[in-house]
């Protein structure tokens, strides 16, 4: 009589050839308003069932609660395969939900490798059967139903809140990768690539983060990570420092913490970074070896440090791909150039000094937008890059604009092949007043570049420049 309460199983159930393991995918859908309220329990899909796994997990499912044609999942039960009456005899299985015995066939499907196409499974019309006709009809019944679920290996947002790609648990662990969380309706989960401290992989993409991420770590750390390239054809790795902070340099110089990258092509000189660099992102030319690429944490103390760096690889064809020997590169019509530790901004509160760096000679490349003509640079921020004479005076009076070389000797931008430095930012092309700041345009045709240098003493706070590309018909 149990089906007077029409219980539709929606199984999406797949055997792995390979391993003896079955991977299933499973959600019943409940019609019975007796099951509305049961308990949010936690529950894992798209599951390997072995010895140290016996439970399927099922997931029950309102279709009353649905809105927008999205299922809605409110709750779930955990299935004891082995104590409950289970065979699995080639095409069926059985289940024991709440003393109802069901025979419920499988398809014996083999998992593919990797899904692109997104399908869900079919939701079986209610049908009222009753006890009498429900045995011989159950075969054919369950047979509509049993289909494999395939999403999109999208990208997805983990509970750590790294960003990952939504796979099957199973291909997810086969991957080396960390399950984080539910995706693509909870059918899959969202697998994160971590590279640890003293760890070693050659995966495509990952995230390098500190021990016990996203809480900061309190150890004193001495950690390498080291990639190898994924294959010969990886010319570039582009780091985006999701959150970086470490101790702020002293007069510029990292002496406290340090990041450090190595094993990169010998003309590629990466600075040695410190500080708040939350939100930056540098990339690294390795086309010239064979690699591994070493990156190392060091620092002196046991107060917090927190870090998530992605680690994307590139060929010279990715979209993501810089041209060469650019540290940066910004690929929109709009954004903001920085330098280095310039935020004040900490999450975990650590000592923030904004200062940039001893020794710095980069290029920040901007990727020239269709149709657009000019980029023009404004100051957004607290402006300061110092320069002192043999004497130890400054240059240019406090709170002005310097131009050229001879106000610009040590430290400078270079916008439009001219030195900018000081406290404003004002080529003097516009205004002649250097307490103000002014717009600097460049009309240059070629790569859009703007190159910082330090020398080896004397740092201030640093830059933020808004660029904007221009239209041709402005
Ligand atoms: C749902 O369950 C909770 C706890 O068992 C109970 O307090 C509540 O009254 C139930 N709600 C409904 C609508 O049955
Ligand atoms: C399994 O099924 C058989 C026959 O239906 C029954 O006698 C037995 O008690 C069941 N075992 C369990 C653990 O439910
Ligand atoms: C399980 O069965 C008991 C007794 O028949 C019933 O009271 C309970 O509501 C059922 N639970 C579920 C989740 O169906
Ligand atoms: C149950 O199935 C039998 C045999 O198919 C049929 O004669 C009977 O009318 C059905 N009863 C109900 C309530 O559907
Ligand atoms: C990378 O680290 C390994 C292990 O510490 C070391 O043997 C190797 O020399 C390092 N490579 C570079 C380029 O620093």
């Not at 509305?36 to 609660?65: A, G």
């Not at 015995?101 to 009753?130: D, W």
């Not at 969202?190 to 401290?197: G, H, K, P, R």
């Not at 450090?260 to 010998?266: R, Y």
Request: charged share 20%; glycine share 6%; net charge negative.
């Amino acid at each position: 009589m149990f089906f007077s309460n029409l219980i539709t199983f929606l199984f999406c159930i797949v055997t792995v050839s390979s391993k003896a393991e079955k991977w299933y995918s499973a959600a019943i859908v409940d019609r019975r308003n007796s099951l509305h309220n049961s308990s949010n329990l936690e529950f894992r899909t798209n599951y390997i069932q072995n010895n140290e796994h016996p439970f399927l997990p099922l997931m029950l499912i309102d279709p009353k609660k649905s809105n927008d044609g999205r299922t809605n999942f409110y709750s779930a039960q955990k299935f004891n395969m082995n104590s409950a009456n289970s065979s699995s005899e080639s095409d069926s299985i059985s289940i024991n939900y709440n003393n109802t015995i069901e025979n419920l066939n499988v398809l014996n499907r083999i998992r593919p490798k990797r899904t692109k196409i997104r399908k869900r499974c079919p939701v079986a019309r209610p049908r009222q059967i009753n006890q009498s006709n429900m045995k011989q009809k159950s075969k054919t019944r369950f047979l509509e139903v049993f289909q494999v679920v395939e999403f999109d290996h999208v990208s997805c947002t983990s509970s750590s809140g790294l960003e990952g790609t939504c796979l099957p648990e199973s291909e997810c662990i086969d991957s080396g990768g960390s399950t984080m969380g539910t995706c693509a309706d909870g059918y899959g989960t969202c697998c994160v690539t971590q590279f640890l401290c003293d760890g070693r992989s050659d995966a495509d993409s990952g995230w390098f983060t500190n021990p016990g991420f996203p809480s900061p770590s309190t150890d004193r750390l001495s950690c390498t990570f080291i990639l190898d390239k994924t294959s010969e054809d990886i010319t570039q790795i582009r780091l985006d420092f999701n959150n970086f902070e470490l101790l702020p340099p002293t007069d510029g110089s990292c002496h406290d913490d340090q990041f450090i990258i190595s094993g990169q092509n010998v003309n590629n000189v990466i600075p040695i970074l410190c500080g708040i660099n939350s939100g930056q992102h540098v990339y690294i030319e390795v086309g010239e070896v064979d690699g591994p690429i070493n990156f190392t944490f060091q620092t002196v103390s046991s107060e917090s440090r927190l870090f998530s760096i992605k680690v994307t690889q590139l060929t010279s064809s990715d979209e993501l791909a810089a041209p060469t020997g650019c540290l940066q590169y910004f690929t929109d019509t709009q954004g903001y150039l920085e330098s280095f530790n310039y935020r004040d901004k900490s999450d975990i509160v650590i000592a923030r000094t904004p200062s940039y760096l001893n020794n710095l000679n980069y290029a920040m490349c901007i990727e020239r937008k269709a149709e657009t003509c000019s980029v023009t640079y404004t100051n957004t921020g607290n402006m300061q890059l110092v320069n002192y004479d043999t004497d130890g005076l400054p240059v240019i009076p406090p709170d002005q604009a310097g131009v050229e070389i001879l106000n610009c000797p040590s430290d400078w931008l270079l916008i439009a092949a001219t030195r900018l430095c000081g406290n404003r930012l004002n080529d003097g092309s516009v205004f002649q007043d250097f307490t103000v700041n002014a717009p600097v345009t460049d009309n240059g045709a070629g790569p859009i570049v703007v190159w910082f240098r330090s020398d080896e003493s004397y740092v201030g706070v640093g830059f933020k420049l808004m660029y904007q590309q221009n239209s041709c018909n402005a």
